[in-house]
């Protein structure tokens, strides 16, 4: 097959393009990102049940905690009256009837340690009446894998008045590396000792926050921008529920718990309403200063998504009146979020900023308003996108709103949502930046519809928000990753690309899934307590972001016959690095060679740089059902002799010097 480019230069390409969406399913934060190893570590967790219309939790304060049974077991107490801070106001009172009795956590998956590594410690404590040390320890059955011993304050002259809460830190050292271990506090001596916000973080957490393998997965996709923090989350099952980001900002030990939507997921009466995602709660270990730190950290743009005083309305018809005091709420989070991040340190919410440690603004330039909104007669979508904007410009002008076009891009409430935009972006240009449109659909619509957006109107720009091939879905199944539904992905991008003049933001969901707590399936990145394991999905995305161009460059409608052969190609040019950029899907089972040699009648040859994503053969059966299908992605400097050689199920980029063509 021959592929004939021409030196003309097409669409401008938005810098940035591809991007991250971070939604807390699957155990992406807690138990995922944030590094924290303890679960349940402030005495706060909730067991959800429910259905739409009918939520309601259940305080489980031991949730996740044991007594341990060395030395006969101990009293466990989950009590409130004097607690830490209000915000989470339970804690453990635990009293020891002899030395060595202690509790346990069970930490997700268990424990697991890697030998000679360090890992931060810290809790508070209150001795109501105790005068020992404790022992921290990390054990699987009877082997003490790392200890450290606390030497509790003491009383002067045992003044009682003087008992309060104390914060403890050490730090443990792995003697050895275990999985599926228990962290252990042991008190040695018999006594009561209270314990709140229970903490243990890897020695090598990034910014003492994320878990390293995960955040360098993230820097490796060099991504243009993340959105956070969701997702249905940032609406919740009740406005109850809801995400607000003032309360996920300032100390972490004062961000108010909170029990997440996707605890909620797949609920059935033959179920009893109650899943066993029933626990999965929200500490906002990662709150909105952290999200803004990682995308500082990671060379991404913030995309913040707001409530706009609706539950979501897939679970629930629960909503805040226009006109009301309590909407006015919503649009104030909205305006004090832009200070939050952009206001000066004497600001009010800039100030918050600085008191965390980031004195300089993180630079917002988008907000998106509503996270998967449609137009009901209920609920009015469109009356409150209409007052939010009028009330963030009035004060932020520069700010690029995101709307939403609802949960698919086939019915009548997308093509409503499309018409109200584009009515008033004629009559104010920056009403709307881009509209969020979301499609998880099979791989063949994919590859059928590379030209999907060839005659969109260019008046709105669209954020291809979340997308994903579903070869098949369902909870916990990482075989829903395939190199199939990569590919059909990587074909559609070719399209998104061509198409840059209107697509401005695009970004694959879900971003994380931790093995046996997964809602959703598939999914970009899957993980365990020990290891991380990147998809097809994954390394199609790396190579988008690390190969977008500055510009395009006309196909002159060759695309679509390669088309008709199962090739999918696109080509750009970076004009910051003088080369061209060519991707190529082969979809077929067999070798493809594209001939280059009529690329403006000057043969294509000499050493490019070639990036190809195919299948891998696996060795071990068991893998094929316990982690995401294999693949092998390799980064190599070979020799062009005019001909470029797709392999079988393929995705291939090269990267041509400019002045070769």
Known sequence: MKLKISNAKGNTISEG????????????????????????????????????????????SGYGWSATEDEGCGEMQYVTGSPLFRENPNYLRFTATKAGQGFQNQAYGGI????????????????????????????????????????????????????????????????????????????????TVEFDFISMMPGDAVAGIFRRDLFEQLKGLHPGFLRFPGGCIVEGNTLENRYRWKESVGIIERRRANFNRWALHETKEENGWHTQYSHYNQTLGIGFYEYFLLCEMIGASPLPVLNVGLACQYQSLELVEMGTPEFWEFIQDAIDLVEFANGAA??????????????????????GIGNEQWQTEESDFFGRYLIFEEAIHKKYPEIKLIGSAGPDITSKRYEDAWKFYR????EKE???YAVDEHYYV???????????????PRDVKVFSGEYAAHPQSGMNNPCANTLDGALAEAAFMTGVERNADVVV???????????GYAQWSPDMIWFDETDVYPTASYYVQKMYGENMGTVTVPMEEQEKALRKEGVYV???????????????????????????????????????????????????????????????????????DGLLRLPAESFTVVRIPAERA
């Open 17 to 60: 393009m591809i991007g991250l969406f971070f939604e807390d399913i699957n155990y992406a934060a807690d138990g995922g990102l944030y590094a924290e190893m303890i679960e349940n570590r402030s005495f706060e967790s909730y067991d959800c049940y429910g259905d739409k219309g009918d939520y309601f939790v259940k305080k489980d």
């Open 112 to 191: 697991y340690l890697e030998k000679d590594k360090e890992y931060r410690v810290s809790f508070y404590a209150r001795k109501a009446s105790y005068k020992g040390n404790l022992l921290v320890s990390v054990k699987k059955g009877d082997r003490v894998c790392g200890e450290a011993v606390i030497v509790c304050a003491q009383a002067p002259q045992d003044d009682w008045r003087w008992n309060k809460w104390t914060r403890y830190e050490a730090v443990l050292k792995a003697d050895e590396s275990v999985e599926g271990a228990v962290f252990v506090i042991a008190l040695d001596e018999k006594g």
């Open 346 to 367: 004497d600001t009010r919410w800039g100030a918050v900023r600085a008191e965390m440690g980031h004195p300089q603004p993180f630079g917002l330039k988008m907000l």
């Open 423 to 426: 009515k008033y972006a004629a």
């Open 430 to 432: 920056s009403f709307c």
């Open 442 to 456: 099979k791989p063949e619509w994919f590859f059928e519809h590379v030209d999907f957006y060839d005659d969109y």
């Open 505 to 515: 933001l695009s970004s694959y969901a879900p971003l994380f899934a931790r093995f």
């Open 570 to 640: 696109n080509i750009t040019l970076d004009e910051k690095e003088s080369e061209y950029i060519l991707k190529a899907v082969n979809a077929k089972k067999e070798r493809i060679d594209l001939d280059l040699t009529d690329w403006e009648d000057v043969p294509v040859r000499g050493k490019v740089l070639k990036k190809e994503l195919t299948r891998a053969e696996h060795k071990d059966e068991k893998s094929r059902t316990q982690y995401p299908e294999m693949v092998s992605y390799t980064e190599n400097f070979e020799e062009l």
